[in-house]
């Protein structure tokens, strides 16, 4: 509490007649004289919890106001760029021994091609990737495709389509595994396509394997590389924008088994690897800013000779996650809104409402990661 002095001159004079000594304050005043007030003021601010409130059609996005901070501001992101032809993909780069920008340029094609219909994933894989074998695979609501060269195979899972709809009924329960807890939704959508997964992969013996995704998809590697420890020769895991997956144990066990081998991609303010709170992630981060370089010790990635061997270096702290309170204000945003487009006849969230609520949404898009990791492997 502070104590301020307020003056309220009434005429405002020269100088007010000074009073005899002695005398008990304020004697001898008549009225209309003007008086100086010194008063101790005592404010005390009281906030109670915040409730969001419910306001209909186009007005949601902008009455709530998640904590989540863009460096870029919702209207000063660039152009959404053009999308990387599946011509940069390279057969080659998947035996590579060690990290590799076209490596990482391969994976990311291959997980923006798991967003396609069967039939065109299975066409592309054959013809423009020159993948000796391309089968997809589709169990529920999850979707990816396995592919092989000589040399190596390639497993690639199907991300959300849908970011408001998926975040809006994304929850934090876990379950318990041998390797620590993960979350339960994540290892539900992996076990669904294990079995076939499991039987298809085990034709190609030891050829090395590596798993990929984009967002959810990124998330369904890392549990398979976890699962699949020690069972199946997963050499490489590469994901973008990826949610975190494990807590407890799950760090530890990945890095002891997977140390150096798993690379995770976060493309500046892209809020889905913040969430769910309280999860953590694992692997190398390669986090690009809004301009596309690189932060932390991996912005050196680009310039260092071939000789060095990337994977053993330091990753760069990983955003914050998303606090319990951020995390509900969203979701509560989100679902909010997916009431007013179902009230006006639309099925799910468009990025137009969604980016109200998320001012990171676009920096979720494959396509950004594409173009920023096109640059780093030559383009």
Same mark, same amino acid.
């Given at each position: 509490?502070?104590?301020?002095?307020?003056?309220?001159?009434?005429?405002?004079? $020269?100088?007010?007649?000074?009073?005899?000594?002695?005398?008990?304050?304020?004697?001898?005043?008549?009225?209309?004289?003007?008086?100086?007030?010194?008063? *101790?003021?005592?404010?005390?601010?009281?906030?109670?919890?915040?409730?969001?409130?419910? #306001?209909?059609? =186009?007005?949601?996005?902008? =009455?709530?106001?998640?904590?989540?901070?863009?460096?870029?501001?919702?209207?000063?992101?660039? *152009?959404?760029?053009?999308?990387?032809?599946?011509?940069?993909? /390279?057969?080659?780069?998947?035996?590579?021994?060690?990290?590799?920008?076209?490596?990482?340029?391969? %994976?990311?094609?291959?997980?923006?091609?798991?967003?396609?219909?069967?039939?065109?994933?299975?066409?592309?894989?054959?013809?423009?990737?020159?993948?000796? /074998?391309?089968?997809?695979?589709?169990?529920?609501?999850?979707?990816?495709?396995?592919?092989?060269?000589?040399?190596?195979?390639?497993?690639?899972?199907?991300?959300?389509?849908?970011?408001?709809?998926?975040?809006?009924?994304?929850?934090?329960?876990?379950?318990?595994?041998?390797?620590?807890?993960?979350?339960?939704?994540?290892?539900?959508?992996?076990?669904?396509?294990?079995?076939?997964?499991?039987?298809?992969?085990?034709?190609?013996?030891?050829?090395?394997?590596?798993?990929?995704g984009h967002s959810l998809g990124g998330a369904l590697a890392m549990v398979?590389?976890?699962?699949?420890?020690?069972?199946?020769? /997963? =050499?490489?895991?590469?994901?973008?924008?990826?949610?975190?997956?494990g807590r407890g144990d799950f760090p530890g066990f990945m890095e002891e088994?997977?140390?150096?081998?798993?690379?995770?991609?976060?493309?500046?303010?892209?809020?889905?690897?913040?969430?769910? *709170?309280?999860?953590?992630?694992?692997?190398?981060? &390669?986090?690009?800013?809004?301009?596309?370089?690189?932060?932390?010790?991996?912005?050196?990635?680009?310039?260092?000779?071939?000789? #060095?061997?990337?994977?053993?270096?330091?990753?760069?702290?990983? $955003?914050?996650?998303?606090?319990?309170?951020?995390?509900?204000? &969203?979701? !509560?945003?989100?679902?909010?809104?997916?009431? !007013?487009?179902?009230? @006006?006849?639309?099925?799910?969230? +468009?990025? *137009?409402?969604?980016?109200?609520?998320?001012?990171?949404?676009?920096?979720?898009? &494959?396509?950004?990661? %594409? !173009?920023?990791?096109? @640059?780093?492997? +030559?383009?």
């Amino acid at each position: 509490m502070s104590e301020t002095t307020v003056s309220r001159n009434i005429q405002a004079p $020269p100088s007010p007649p000074e009073e005899p000594a002695g005398a008990p304050p304020g004697a001898g005043l008549g009225a209309g004289t003007p008086v100086t007030f010194t008063i *101790p003021i005592q404010v005390t601010i009281s906030l109670g919890n915040p409730t969001l409130a419910v #306001v209909p059609g =186009a007005a949601i996005a902008s =009455a709530v106001a998640p904590p989540v901070v863009s460096r870029e501001g919702l209207f000063g992101r660039t *152009p959404t760029p053009p999308p990387v032809p599946y011509s940069k993909f /390279t057969r080659e780069s998947l035996a590579a021994g060690r990290f590799g920008w076209k490596t990482a340029l391969s %994976l990311a094609l291959a997980s923006r091609l798991a967003y396609d219909p069967a039939s065109a994933v299975e066409a592309t894989g054959r013809g423009v990737l020159g993948m000796q /074998t391309c089968r997809f695979v589709e169990a529920d609501d999850t979707q990816c495709f396995v592919a092989s060269t000589a040399d190596a195979v390639l497993l690639s899972f199907r991300g959300t389509e849908n970011l408001g709809d998926w975040l809006g009924n994304l929850n934090m329960v876990q379950t318990t595994r041998p390797y620590g807890a993960v979350h339960r939704g994540f290892l539900g959508a992996f076990q669904v396509v294990e079995e076939e997964l499991t039987r298809i992969l085990t034709t190609f013996g030891d050829r090395p394997l590596l798993i990929t995704g984009h967002s959810l998809g990124g998330a369904l590697a890392m549990v398979a590389a976890a699962e699949w420890q020690g069972r199946l020769p /997963t =050499a490489w895991v590469y994901t973008y924008g990826q949610p975190a997956v494990g807590r407890g144990d799950f760090p530890g066990f990945m890095e002891e088994h997977y140390d150096g081998r798993i690379f995770r991609f976060v493309n500046d303010d892209d809020v889905v690897p913040r969430v769910p *709170p309280f999860y953590q992630h694992v692997g190398k981060l &390669i986090h690009f800013d809004a301009a596309g370089n690189l932060e932390g010790p991996a912005g050196a990635l680009a310039e260092r000779p071939a000789g #060095v061997v990337v994977e053993s270096m330091p990753s760069p702290p990983d $955003p914050p996650m998303l606090s319990q309170r951020e995390f509900d204000q &969203i979701r !509560a945003g989100l679902l909010q809104t997916r009431a !007013a487009t179902a009230a @006006a006849g639309q099925e799910s969230l +468009g990025q *137009p409402a969604v980016e109200g609520i998320l001012p990171s949404v676009s920096d979720h898009a &494959i396509d950004r990661y %594409l !173009a920023k990791i096109l @640059a780093k492997a +030559g383009g």
